[in-house]
């Protein structure tokens, strides 16, 4: 099993000590703010359905596009204007796992996005965005050249 | 003017469109209550003033599958500082989806001066109106302590059964997909929640949200969304009707649909819904 990337578990230690809701509310708007479009060098309205995440309520899109030193750098669509957090788990992503060794992506548990929005989010909410890092998790295996599960 | 009270509803004054929020924003008669589904949104911006009800934080026990119960319920009225005479209006994301959720569960508790704003915070923004970040503080108030009245408005499992076997009417309201059992199998995800597809024997499939005009969130008219459950669907409000979904909160939104806009007698909302009827041992399912 592979160690998951550094700059993830930095940020999850920072959120493993957030118990206040508004706490936790402001880091992560916080991170949403700093969310960026696909550019569209990388994709285009309209966007393939194969980069579509299933089930996200806020019409996430992800794409992966190699990088000569052998990692990919993710980029993403929200389409619905009211997704904060899918554009804050965005963020994050791109943050702490573009340009970080694919086979450690792969390796990143769904868990962590209760670590990230807290227990008590909504069933859908959590679905969702997992289902956003299961693509990203998806794109890292096939360029480690893992199986799928 | 939004014309609410031109789209022929039977119970129109459950409805405000948001110019009258606007106009009543610092109405000591009036909270504005914001309920989501995106538990950021109402951090980044709010309408000025409104407090925030929070679904799982706020309605639900956190021990078991229930709701607060009337001491919780009255902590939660005196927290956002709240007396019986006062008028709730409700408001949220996703075309009101969750601003039902509560509207409906503070209706348990009796609650029945509240109102939903038509449109939500996706015509509110639309329209430019104006939002803070600042919380409102309001003084604690003393609720009365009202017990939970789950008798008019809400189903259990077992009561859908006896109605199913009466081949009452079921409205599911989720989507095409989990109407039909149809799994969507992908590397990753959690269970669906069920263990079983497929919905309740005798259930119309009606997606929650064809009720609402998708370019600003606001309510069908009376005659579209009789043309929807009535005409289409063969629904009928002189019989009792169960809408379901997953967790009980987009049927809530049907809830409101049936009972306020269409005036049907008698509407309940399964919340034990999907996740728990496609988890329960023996209890028939269709495909």
Redesign the interface.
Known sequence: MADIPEKLTELLEDFTFVTD??ER??L??EM?DKFEEVPPQVAERPFAEEHHV??C??DAYVWAVDQQDGTLKFHFAVEN?????AR?LAAIIDETLSGQPPAQVAAVP?DIIYTL??K????????GL??M??MV??FARERAGLP?? | MSGIETRGYVRPEALVDTQWVADHLTDPRIRIIESN????????GHIPGAVQV????DLNDPLSRDYINAEGFQRLASHIGITPDMTLVFYG??NNWWACYAFWVFQLFGHTNAKVMDGG??KW?GEGRPTTRD?PQYAATQYPLRQRDDSRIRAFRDEVLKHVQARGQLVDVRSTPEFTGER?H?????N??ALRGGHIPGAKSVPWARAINPDNGTFKTADELRAIYEGEQGLSGSDEVVAYC??G?RSSHTWFVLTYLLGYPNVRNYDGSW?EWGNSVGVPIER
């Open positions: 809701r508004n509310a402001a992560l708007i949403a299933q089930r309520e806020s204007p009211q997704g904060l957090s804050a769904p929005f807290g008590d989010i909504s069933m859908g909410k959590g679905q997992m289902g890092l299961a998790k998806y799928h599960p | 589904e995106d538990q950021l949104l109402y951090p980044s929070d679904w799982t934080a994301d996703k915070r996706l923004e919380l969507l992908m590397a990753d995800y959690p669906e929640g997953r967790i909160e996740t």
